[in-house]
């Protein structure tokens, strides 16, 4: 088949067991390690997951001084990190046509690296590739982190990451 | 939608050429640095002559609701309409302005630049001084549109996208003493709101539901270290939702008013308490609350208490001054107005944007 969704080509859904936000600070960390200009984090999780505790984990470790809070009200926060620029966003409150005028590629395809908070809300369209990780709860500081790569960078991501493989379960397939 | 378009505004409105008083001056100024459009016309710096805002105008289309303008060409459609309804309502004409204020960050970057480019093409075809700035000073100065400011002066700002506390060592000095390490009051308010089931943005239900509530579930204060003024509600988000997980573990309904209740206590308690600490710490003769969450009835309640006891004046704003308006960016740019600090005409919109550094 020519046509496929989005998803295909490398549907392998991969998982790190994160037992403390440590454990979750470090997994940001080793992500920021392969982050270059142009990469794209599409992350979700419920409400209180710790979206935005990873994005500051992973901003800190581009080296971006001072604080990092929430982007909910404003959409996009720019800062400059030491190695690249980062663009923290949330999408929670748009509608996907007003996430389409708001002009996204040009973050996408900018200098620095793109975290989208609640990215599955825009899903058809973040960039063609890009790297979709889920946070679910599995206790108060426990995390179960699914990471499923859309191209073959993000999957080289994953394998060098030495993330196990997942059964699948927990990770929705829209 | 609106008839005409031309940028030269019509005399025709205008049936008794009414003159100014001579001892006016008149700043136009624009706000658009995140959903809302907003054009005022304020005379001295005080006197609010008009203060259109998009939403409002837009309450009579079928929308239902506030129509976000997240999006640079919703504010460039609104943009010369807004800035034509302004003059009329502000009864006055273009070539009696005599200068423009506009917000130059912080903000979402394509909305500023709309705002921004406007601006700066008013300011150089009337040939006046252009004055760039800042959107936190407009939320303080909201509170020179009520009353005269006494320093130093404390500011609390609580809105949708902020959660800090000003220094105001005099006129136009700004210090950022605390500021908000993850989710602003308002965004706090809103995640409470969805967790709870109201729709977005739910800040002004938990407002309501806390009000009647009867009970309270205690939850925790985040104080931080001790010297902090900061501010960190994630702590307090998650907590409700754990609250909320427990009473369905044990197939219980949750209270959600007594819930509404304990996260209202425990905002209104830290964000207060940090206030009147900072006050006297640096000696403030004046507390000026703004931004969008100033509307909130508990949060209102509590610091008028707290500020009486110890007779420390307070200000606040009336809502319409409270959430974004081009008003309050008029009250902030005549402080440099008086200066004769004006911007250039290479002015650039900023996304990130130090307060500190506007000062006069």
Same mark, same amino acid.
């Given at each position: 088949?020519?046509?496929?969704?989005?998803?295909?080509?490398?549907?392998?859904?991969? !998982?790190? !067991?994160?037992?403390? $936000?440590?454990?979750? $600070?470090?997994?940001?960390?080793?992500?920021?390690?392969?982050?270059?200009?142009?990469?794209?984090?599409?992350?979700?999780?419920?409400?209180?997951?710790?979206?935005?505790?990873?994005?500051?984990?992973?901003?800190?470790?581009?080296?971006?001084?001072?604080?990092?809070?929430?982007?909910? *009200?404003?959409?996009?926060?720019?800062?400059?990190?030491?190695?690249?620029?980062?663009?923290?966003?949330?999408? *929670?409150?748009?509608?996907?046509?007003?996430?389409?005028?708001?002009?996204?590629?040009?973050?996408?395809?900018?200098?620095? $690296?793109?975290? $989208?908070?609640?990215?599955?809300?825009?899903?058809?369209?973040?960039?063609?590739?890009?790297?979709?990780?889920?946070?679910?709860?599995?206790?108060?500081?426990?995390?179960?982190?699914?990471?499923?790569? !859309?191209?073959?960078? *993000?999957?080289?991501?994953?394998?060098?990451?030495?993330?196990?493989?997942?059964?699948?379960?927990?990770?929705?397939?829209? | 939608?609106?008839?005409?378009?031309?940028?030269?505004?019509? /005399?025709?409105d205008h049936i008794e050429n009414q003159e100014l008083p001579d001892s006016g001056y008149l700043l136009l100024a624009i706000e658009t640095s995140c959903d809302e459009t907003s054009v005022a016309v304020v005379r001295n710096g005080r006197e609010v002559l008009s203060n259109i805002? @998009? @939403?409002?105008?837009?309450?009579?289309?079928?929308?239902? &609701?506030?129509?976000?303008?997240?999006?640079?060409?919703?504010?460039?459609?609104?943009?010369?309409?807004?800035?034509?309804?302004?003059?009329?309502?502000?009864?006055?004409?273009?070539?009696?302005?005599?200068?423009?204020?506009?917000?130059?960050? =912080?903000?979402?970057? &394509?909305?500023?630049?709309?705002?921004?480019?406007?601006?700066?093409?008013?300011?150089?075809?009337?040939?006046?001084? +252009?004055?760039?700035?800042?959107?936190?000073?407009?939320?303080?100065?909201?509170?020179?549109?009520?009353?005269?400011?006494?320093?130093?002066?404390?500011?609390?700002?609580?809105?949708?996208?902020?959660?800090?506390?000003?220094?105001?060592?005099?006129?136009?000095?700004?210090?950022?003493?605390?500021?908000?390490?993850?989710?602003?009051? &308002?965004?706090?308010?809103?995640?409470?709101?969805?967790?709870?089931?109201?729709?977005?943005?739910?800040? /002004?239900?938990?407002?309501?539901?806390?009000?009647?509530?009867?009970?309270?579930?205690?939850? =925790?204060?985040?104080?931080?270290?001790?010297?902090?003024?900061?501010?960190?509600?994630?702590?307090?988000?998650?907590?409700?939702?754990?609250?909320i997980n427990r009473s369905r573990m044990k197939g219980e309904t949750p209270e959600f008013s007594a819930l509404a209740r304990g996260f209202q206590q425990s905002v209104i308690d830290v964000v207060t308490g940090k206030a009147i600490k900072a006050a006297k710490e640096f000696g403030?003769?004046?507390?000026?609350?703004?931004? &969008?969450?100033?509307?909130?009835?508990?949060?209102?309640?509590?610091?008028?208490?707290?500020?009486?006891?110890?007779?420390?004046?307070?200000?606040?704003? =009336?809502?319409?001054?409270?959430?974004?308006?081009?008003?309050?960016?008029?009250?902030?740019?005549?402080?440099?107005?008086?200066?004769?600090?004006?911007?250039?005409?290479? +002015?650039?919109?900023?996304?990130?944007?130090?307060?500190?550094?506007?000062?006069?």
């Amino acid at each position: 088949m020519m046509q496929g969704k989005q998803t295909d080509g490398d549907s392998t859904i991969y !998982v790190r !067991v994160a037992g403390t $936000v440590e454990d979750t $600070v470090a997994f940001a960390e080793e992500l920021a390690r392969l982050a270059g200009p142009g990469s794209v984090l599409a992350l979700d999780g419920d409400l209180g997951a710790g979206k935005t505790r990873f994005a500051q984990a992973f901003a800190a470790a581009i080296g971006v001084k001072g604080i990092v809070n929430s982007p909910t *009200y404003t959409i996009i926060k720019e800062y400059e990190g030491d190695k690249l620029p980062f663009y923290h966003m949330d999408v *929670y409150r748009l509608s996907l046509e007003e996430a389409d005028e708001l002009g996204l590629d040009e973050y996408f395809h900018g200098q620095g $690296v793109t975290l $989208v908070e609640w990215a599955s809300l825009i899903e058809p369209i973040l960039p063609p590739e890009r790297l979709h990780i889920r946070l679910e709860t599995t206790g108060a500081e426990s995390r179960r982190i699914y990471c499923r790569p !859309v191209g073959s960078e *993000y999957a080289g991501w994953c394998e060098r990451l030495k993330l196990d493989k997942s059964d699948g379960e927990g990770e929705s397939t829209t | 939608m609106s008839e005409t378009t031309n940028t030269a505004a019509s /005399p025709s409105d205008h049936i008794e050429n009414q003159e100014l008083p001579d001892s006016g001056y008149l700043l136009l100024a624009i706000e658009t640095s995140c959903d809302e459009t907003s054009v005022a016309v304020v005379r001295n710096g005080r006197e609010v002559l008009s203060n259109i805002i @998009s @939403s409002q105008i837009d309450t009579h289309r079928q929308f239902g &609701g506030v129509v976000p303008e997240i999006a640079s060409r919703k504010h460039v459609e609104s943009m010369t309409l807004i800035i034509e309804e302004a003059l009329r309502e502000a009864q006055v004409e273009l070539p009696d302005i005599d200068g423009i204020a506009v917000t130059q960050g =912080p903000g979402l970057i &394509g909305a500023l630049l709309v705002g921004v480019v406007a601006a700066k093409s008013l300011a150089m075809a009337l040939d006046v001084p +252009l004055i760039g700035t800042h959107h936190i000073a407009g939320h303080i100065y909201a509170n020179h549109l009520v009353g005269d400011i006494l320093y130093p002066a404390i500011a609390l700002v609580v809105s949708g996208g902020h959660t800090e506390i000003v220094l105001l060592e005099s006129e136009g000095k700004f210090r950022m003493i605390g500021r908000t390490r993850d989710d602003a009051v &308002g965004e706090a308010y809103d995640k409470v709101a969805r967790a709870l089931r109201f729709p977005y943005p739910g800040g /002004p239900y938990v407002d309501r539901l806390a009000q009647e509530a009867t009970e309270e579930v205690v939850l =925790p204060r985040s104080w931080l270290e001790p010297d902090s003024y900061d501010f960190s509600f994630s702590g307090l988000k998650s907590a409700v939702l754990a609250e909320i997980n427990r009473s369905r573990m044990k197939g219980e309904t949750p209270e959600f008013s007594a819930l509404a209740r304990g996260f209202q206590q425990s905002v209104i308690d830290v964000v207060t308490g940090k206030a009147i600490k900072a006050a006297k710490e640096f000696g403030a003769r004046q507390m000026l609350l703004c931004g &969008g969450v100033a509307a909130n009835k508990g949060l209102r309640t509590k610091l008028t208490e707290l500020c009486a006891e110890v007779g420390l004046p307070l200000l606040i704003p =009336p809502n319409k001054l409270c959430t974004d308006n081009a008003a309050m960016i008029a009250a902030a740019a005549d402080m440099k107005w008086r200066r004769k600090q004006f911007s250039s005409l290479d +002015l650039k919109a900023e996304a990130v944007m130090s307060l500190e550094e506007w000062s006069v």
